[in-house]
């Protein structure tokens, strides 16, 4: 193994001994403080400047920085800290162990994998001086309200281009959808189910909202983005009634709407609230209201016209012979700097297939070229 590539792999090792779990996703996580107090060691260690910066109680994102010859050029490399949570793996999650020219553990992939491999990629420049200030930022909530790359956004500093660490398997990502998820309510009446026409079935409301919302769904595919397909809605939770023998007074469904590129988050609001109005208006006249706001998560703009995409294509090619523009449907931190202006590509090393499963793990081959990819486009934009 090269210097770098070991230098690289140890490092993740130690980030994913860290657990450290979205504490909003689990209530046992214990959230990003103790990988941002290891990177300040890290920091110290090799002399780079670097900055907590508070975002919530007792959760604060890392940034450390290397000046750039253009003073008032800056380029942002930001990766996650936080994990989701762990269910039923083989072998301990937070091992970092290494077989098979892999490192296993949760958050391996994503995206303890990018964090360590833009950090070797900036403490490696030695001499070589990057031509904008390079500042890797590693963020906090990425999987649950993204409320640190938002921090980051609205910091008062800004930024020309970003890089943002997820498992692309080393694929240039230039447009990715974005989210917007809310909860709407049918309102009924009470009755005992002996006598069910006393009362107004919440549950047999909302079912014909549920097939209104399905029909819905299906003329989205006619709105595709050339990257990111169609728009999507599904109806991911349903709950309703009290219990057996009571015609069921409330029924409650969360949305979770997928936005592309350009598609702002009230529109998709707007045209479930236009189906809901021809129910309160239909001849049901169903009692049913969209519980806001909405947790929203805008679809970033493409990057497909921006100097980072064209600096990032060049280093993916000759490191990887990736580089072709691609779109992807996950979310990432792209869409919080996006709403700032920020031009933001999305690459890393790993499989989106690996994110958030048992035995989660990274390639090493593909960890030492996410290095060679970073700092070829921290030293060229
Ligand atoms: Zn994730």
Known sequence: MSFATTQTVALLQELVRIESINPSLSSTGSGEQKVAEFLERFCVERNLPFEFQAVADGRSNFLTWVPGENPDRRILFIAHMDTVPIDKWESDPFSGEQREGRIYGRGSCDTKGSLAAMLTALSTLGERKPKSTVVVAASIDEEFRKIGARAIARSGVSYD??????????????????????????????????????????????????????????????????????????????????????????????????????????????????????????????????????LEDPAPDSAESSKIAAVAATACADVAGTGKYIGVPYGTDASQLSLVGIPCVVIGPGSINQAHTNNEFVEIDQLTKAVEIYQKIMLNY
């Open 161 to 294: 281009a970003a890089v943002v660490g997820e498992p692309t398997d080393l694929e240039l990502v230039v447009a990715h959808k974005g989210s917007v998820r809310w909860q709407v309510e049918v309102e009924g009446v009470p009755a005992h189910t002996s006598k069910p026409h006393l009362g107004v079935n919440a549950i047999t409301g909302m079912a014909k909202i549920v097939s209104a919302l399905d029909d819905l769904n299906r003329t989205l595919t006619s709105q595709a983005h050339p990257l990111v397909g169609a728009p999507t809605l599904t109806v991911s939770l349903i709950e309703g009634g009290i219990e057996l023998t009571t015609v069921p007074p409330v029924c409650r469904i969360w949305i979770d709407r997928r936005l592309i590129p350009g598609e702002p988050p009230q529109k998709a609001i707007q045209e479930v609230e236009n189906i809901l109005e021809s129910f309160r208006e239909g001849a049901d006249k169903i009692k049913v209201r969209s519980l806001l706001p909405a």
